[in-house]
């Protein structure tokens, strides 16, 4: 092994190697930081073995990233039309600085989250801000310019940022269809390998089957392809633009299939387990009532100063002061007097109400006390991604047009209701009592 490559062992990919450069990133603070944000909030609440976090995770991304790029910039893998569209894929001094940016722009993509992850991020940072902004602020502030300036070759900033954020969260940079198609290398919606890493090890950490897939055979597939004509986006039904795109080989498709398959399970299974998710409410609301102005800081510094371990300490800190309000928020979480779930949904009530937790909801409250229930309510948008395929016979169609698996991909949708744990037997039976008329009734009110 050569001196100025570093070995990583990881649970995941076996070794994760990188460079002495590389290596400042990783001994930068805003990385450091990494080590002490839970990959899946308060899930070891629930899964006790969910205890990695962001720092593995972020190493994971940078290794399967530069996997796909060597893949889809392999001379053997780049056809005559995309060379042309994308000429930097021939320029060999550019396809060195970008495969630096690459690994670096996904060793960098989540420097930007708040402690324990996703939890509550909307509720806890002023409008217009979440953690891609961050990240943003992150990697333009003076420590980090210290560091892309000190590599070599030296890296420019914004070219990072359009990587590690993508072109949706990134409104004021215009991307070539080069930088496009590496920002969806990390964080796409079909192939980013963000999801392939979150899948396969919060499956590993969690202990269930649910995330795993052939992510071997769905890397060494992978190709840049021009999107047939009939090409829709799956979420909007939108017709999509062609520029190139990652899309994969026919002998890859079951693997996407998989992969898109696993995201479901895992959401379905794990991310949003209703205690997991009454965990993250309770969160939300002892950190609204702790936080000064109940918000997370935006800048760099005070971003900085928050990880996990000062939130932990807190809440053990609150949790034995005996009193109403924050304490007894704090001891929801450490003392484990979460609120348990009374309604979930359910195909019939849907049916017969589309708006069935919400009528739940507020009879709930009505009956009990706003301070004795919560909902939760998420609905997936759209179902199985378009995208291209190269067919054997150099043919470039529709993923939809091939898989049925695709397009009957289930959508992603819980509602739950939840009560304070010395009401959950009467609100059961009270609801067991009510349910088809409090739905029923409030169908007929809006009719």
Same mark, same amino acid.
């Given at each position: 092994?050569?001196?100025?490559?570093?070995?990583?062992?990881? /649970?995941?990919?076996?070794?994760?190697?990188?460079?002495?450069?590389?290596?400042?990133?990783?001994?930068?603070?805003?990385?450091?930081?990494?080590?002490?944000?839970?990959?899946?909030a308060l899930t070891y609440l629930t899964y006790p073995g969910a205890t990695h976090k962001r720092f593995e995770h972020s190493l994971g991304v940078m290794e399967l990233a530069s996997r796909v790029f060597d893949v889809v910039t392999h001379p053997d893998a780049v056809t005559d039309?995309?060379?042309?569209?994308? /000429?930097?894929?021939?320029?060999?001094?550019?396809?060195?600085?970008?495969?630096?940016?690459?690994?670096?722009?996904?060793?960098?993509?989540?420097? !930007?989250?708040?402690?324990?992850?996703?939890?509550?991020?909307?509720?806890?940072?002023? /409008?217009?801000?979440?953690?891609?902004?961050?990240?943003?602020?992150?990697?333009?502030?003076?420590?980090?310019?210290g560091v892309w300036d000190s590599l070599t070759p030296p890296l420019r900033p914004d070219d990072i940022i359009k990587l590690a954020v993508g072109p949706k969260k990134?409104?004021?940079?215009?991307?070539?269809?080069?930088?496009?198609?590496?920002?969806?290398?990390?964080?796409?919606?079909?192939?980013?390998?963000?999801?392939?890493?979150?899948?396969? %090890?919060?499956?590993?950490?969690?202990?269930?089957?649910?995330? %795993?897939?052939?992510?071997? %055979?769905?890397?060494d597939t992978l190709r840049i392809l021009h999107p047939p004509a009939?090409?829709?986006? !799956?979420?909007?039904?939108?017709?999509?633009?062609?520029?190139?795109v990652l899309g994969v080989e026919e002998g890859g498709l079951h693997s996407a299939e998989a992969l898109l398959l696993a995201r479901y399970f895992m959401y379905s299974q794990v991310y949003f387990h209703p205690v997991r998710r009454i965990y993250d409410i309770h969160l939300k609301d002892f950190l609204e009532a702790w936080l000064p102005g109940g918000k997370f800081p935006i800048d760099v510094? !005070?971003?900085?100063?928050?990880?996990?371990?000062?939130?932990?300490?807190?809440?053990?800190?609150?949790?034995?002061?005996?009193?109403?309000?924050?304490?007894?928020?704090a001891r929801r979480i450490i003392?484990?007097?979460?609120?348990?779930?009374?309604?979930?949904?359910?195909?019939?009530?849907v049916e017969l109400n589309p708006d069935a937790v919400n009528c739940i909801y507020g009879a709930a409250v009505a009956q009990?006390?706003?301070?004795?229930?919560?909902?939760?309510?998420?609905?997936? %948008?759209?179902?199985?991604?378009?995208?291209?395929?190269?067919?054997?016979?150099?043919?470039?169609?529709?993923s939809l047009s091939l898989s049925q698996t695709l397009k009957s991909l289930p959508v992603v949708a819980v509602d739950y209701v939840f009560v304070r744990p010395s009401l959950r037997d009467g609100a059961a039976?009270?609801?067991?009592?009510?349910?088809?008329?409090?739905?029923?009734?409030?169908?007929?009110?809006?009719s």
């Open positions: 092994m050569a001196k100025n490559i570093h070995e990583i062992r990881d /649970p995941i990919h076996v070794f994760i190697r990188m460079s002495t450069e590389e290596r400042k990133i990783v001994d930068s603070a805003p990385f450091q930081r990494l080590r002490h944000i839970h990959q899946l039309e995309i060379r042309e569209l994308v /000429p930097e894929i021939t320029n060999p001094d550019k396809l060195k600085y970008w495969r630096c940016v690459i690994r670096v722009a996904a060793l960098c993509h989540d420097l !930007g989250h708040l402690p324990f992850s996703h939890a509550a991020e909307s509720a806890l940072l002023p /409008p217009g801000w979440d953690h891609e902004r961050l990240t943003v602020e992150i990697i333009k502030s003076p420590e980090m310019q990134v409104k004021d940079l215009r991307f070539s269809d080069w930088e496009a198609i590496l920002a969806e290398i990390i964080v796409g919606d079909a192939f980013g390998v963000d999801r392939i890493d979150y899948l396969l %090890r919060d499956s590993y950490h969690a202990g269930v089957a649910y995330g %795993r897939f052939d992510h071997y %055979r769905l890397i009939n090409a829709k986006d !799956g979420k909007k039904g939108d017709q999509v633009s062609r520029e190139p510094p !005070g971003h900085l100063s928050y990880t996990d371990n000062e939130v932990t300490a807190a809440l053990r800190q609150v949790a034995v002061a005996a009193s109403d309000g924050p304490p007894e928020l003392c484990r007097e979460h609120f348990k779930a009374v309604y979930q949904r359910n195909p019939e009530d009990f006390g706003s301070e004795n229930v919560r909902m939760d309510s998420y609905t997936q %948008r759209g179902g199985g991604p378009d995208f291209p395929v190269l067919t054997p016979d150099r043919r470039v169609v529709s039976k009270w609801l067991e009592q009510n349910r088809s008329s409090i739905i029923s009734e409030a169908k007929e009110s809006e």
